[in-house]
C-alpha cells in the first residue's frame, strides 16, 4: 500500500524509473536508464553528511539503507496495527496477522516461490542455515556423511555445518577456489563423487562479487544424490534469484541487504523437506497440541516460528521485497552492470590497487589491496572524506588465507550509488595515496 511521504520507484516504458508525480529529477551521469536522483531521493539517509561531507555509502554488502516507503510502513504498523499475531481474536490482531501473512507471500514472491508456505521467517541468512544444520542435519545427517562447502563461504555457512560435524561426527569438504577467485568446477566434481548428503555454497560471494553458476552447481549436485543449500545473502538483493529456476532444495537471505530492517530474513526450502524436517527450536506458535508427556507441531512454516517473531522486521522486508519488485530485479541488475564496468575501468587504472575477484560474472562488490596499506588505514582515512567502505577478512577468513592476505578493503555498491560515488572512492584513494607519502 503507498504511503502518503512514500514515492514509489515506477518504471516508465522505456525502463528508467522515474517519480510518479512529475517531480523528476534531471538524469544523473549514468550509463544506464535509471533515474538515479529519483531513486537516491527514496532514502533519507543518504542526504546526510558524515564529517562534513555528502556521505558516500559504499558498505551495501554488510548492510543496505532503507528507502521512506519500507520506514513508514514499519512506522504505520508500530503506531496503528501492532499486536500479536496468529493467535488473538481481535481486529489488531488479525491486521497484524494479515500484515505479517502478506510479508510472506511478498518475499516468496521475490525469490520466485510458488507456495508462501515454503518461506521460514528468521533473524536472517545465520539463522536460516543454523535452522537446516540444526533441524535437517541433526535429523539425517550420520557419522562419516559428507557435506560439500566451498573455500569462499561466509563464515555463516560454514560455522553452522562445524558444529554439526561435531555434533554427528559428519565430514566437511571443501571445493577449491581458482585464483581468479571462481569455484573449480573440476575439485567440485571429484568431491561430487564422493557422494556428499548436501551441497551447500554461496550464490554471490560477499568479498569476491563471484556469482556462482548456481543452476549447473545443484543440477550436478542433485545428479550426484546430494541436496542443496544456497545462501542467497548477496544475491537476493542484486540479481534475479528465482528458486524454482534454480532448482535448489533450500535457499537463505536476509532482508537488511535488501532496503529492509535488521534482524529479519527468510529460508525457502521445498515443502517435503520442511514436511519431514523436525522443529527447530521449541516454544509457542510452532505447536500443534502441548501434553505434559510431548507435542505435536503444526504445519510449516510455523513449524519453524517458534515464538513471538519479529512481526515489524517482516513487515518492512515485506515493503523492501514489494519496493525491489516495482524496480524491477532486470532493471535492478543492469544499473549495478552499469555501475560494475565503471568501476572495473576506474580502479583498473589506480597504481597499486590489486583487485581480487573475477572480472565476468561478478557483481558490484570490489575487494581489493592498496600497495601495503593496511586495510583499516585505508577505510579510516576515506571516512575522513564521508565514504563508507568496509575493512576485514569479511567473514570470509580461509578465503582471505587463501589468497595469503588477512584482509581487504571493500567498496560494495547498490541500486542507489552512481557512478559519481565510484569517482568520488577513485579521489578518495588519490588523497589517501599523498596521506601515506605514496603507494607502493
Ligand atoms: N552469507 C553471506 C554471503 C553474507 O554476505 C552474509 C552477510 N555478510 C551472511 C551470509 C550473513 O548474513 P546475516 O548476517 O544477515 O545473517
Not at 522515474?18 to 531521493?41: H, Y
Not at 569462499?152 to 561435531?166: C, F, I, K, T
Request: charged share 20%.
Amino acid at each position: 500500500m503507498t504511503e502518503p511521504n512514500q514515492v514509489a520507484g515506477v518504471l516508465a516504458p522505456d525502463g528508467r524509473a522515474v517519480l510518479p508525480d512529475g517531480d523528476r529529477a534531471a538524469p544523473g551521469p549514468q550509463e544506464s536508464p535509471w533515474d538515479i536522483e529519483a531513486i537516491r531521493a527514496q532514502f533519507p539517509i543518504l542526504s546526510r553528511e558524515v564529517h562534513g561531507r555528502p556521505l558516500v555509502y559504499l558498505d551495501n554488502a554488510a548492510s543496505s539503507q532503507q528507502p521512506h516507503r519500507v520506514l513508514s510502513r514499519v512506522e504505520r504498523y508500530l503506531r496503528e496495527q501492532h499486536a500479536n499475531v496468529h493467535r488473538g481474536a481481535h481486529q489488531l490482531s488479525a491486521e497484524a496477522t494479515e500484515a505479517y501473512e502478506d510479508a510472506r507471500r511478498a518475499v516468496a514472491a521475490h525469490v520466485g516461490a510458488t507456495n508462501p508456505a515454503e518461506i521460514v521467517f528468521t533473524r536472517g541468512t545465520t539463522e536460516a542455515v543454523n535452522l537446516v544444520a540444526s533441524s535437517w542435519g541433526g535429523a539425517f545427517v550420520s557419522p562419516g556423511d559428507e557435506i560439500l562447502l566451498t573455500k569462499m563461504e561466509h563464515h555463516s555457512n560454514l560455522v553452522p555445518w562445524q558444529l554439526l560435524a561435531g555434533r554427528t561426527g559428519c565430514v566437511l569438504r571443501f571445493v577449491d577456489v581458482t585464483p581468479e577467485g571462481t569455484l573449480d568446477l573440476e575439485d567440485f566434481d571429484r568431491l561430487l563423487a564422493r557422494q556428499p548428503r548436501l551441497v551447500a555454497f554461496t550464490h554471490v560471494s560477499n568479498s569476491l562479487g563471484t556469482i556462482n553458476p548456481v543452476r549447473e552447481i545443484v543440477a550436478r549436485a542433485h545428479a550426484a544424490g546430494a541436496l542443496t543449500l544456497v545462501d542467497g545473502a548477496q544475491a537476493a538483493p542484486h540479481l534475479l534469484s528465482d528458486v524454482s529456476r534454480i532448482g535448489c532444495d533450500f535457499y537463505a537471505f536476509s532482508g537488511h541487504k535488501m532496503c529492509g530492517p535488521t534482524g529479519v530474513g527468510a529460508l525457502w526450502a521445498r515443502r517435503e523437506l520442511l514436511e519431514e524436517m523436525p522443529p527447530y527450536q521449541g516454544g509457542g506458535e510452532m505447536i500443534s497440541e502441548v501434553r505434559l508427556e510431548g507435542s505435536s507441531w503444526a504445519k510449516p512454516p510455523h513449524k519453524f516460528e517458534a515464538g513471538t517473531p519479529n512481526i515489524s522486521g517482516v513487515v518492512g522486508f515485506g515493503e523492501a521485497a514489494r519496493f525491489l519488485a516495482e524496480l524491477g530485479a532486470e532493471a535492478i541488475e543492469s544499473h549495478e552492470a552499469a555501475l560494475k564496468r565503471y568501476a572495473l575501468e576506474r580502479l583498473g587504472d589506480i597504481d597499486g590497487l590489486r583487485l581480487y575477484g573475477p572480472r565476468q560474472e561478478r557483481t558490484s562488490v570490489f575487494s581489493f589491496t592498496y600497495g601495503d596499506v593496511h586495510p583499516h588505514d585505508l577505510s579510516t582515512i576515506l571516512d575522513q572524506w564521508g565514504i563508507a567502505i568496509r575493512a576485514g577478512h569479511h567473514c570470509n577468513q580461509p578465503l582471505m588465507g587463501h589468497y595469503g592476505i588477512s584482509g581487504t578493503a571493500r567498496a560494495s555498491f547498490y541500486l542507489y550509488n552512481s557512478t559519481d560515488e565510484i569517482d568520488a572512492l577513485c579521489d578518495g584513494l588519490a588523497l589517501a595515496a599523498e596521506v601515506f607519502g605514496g603507494i607502493s
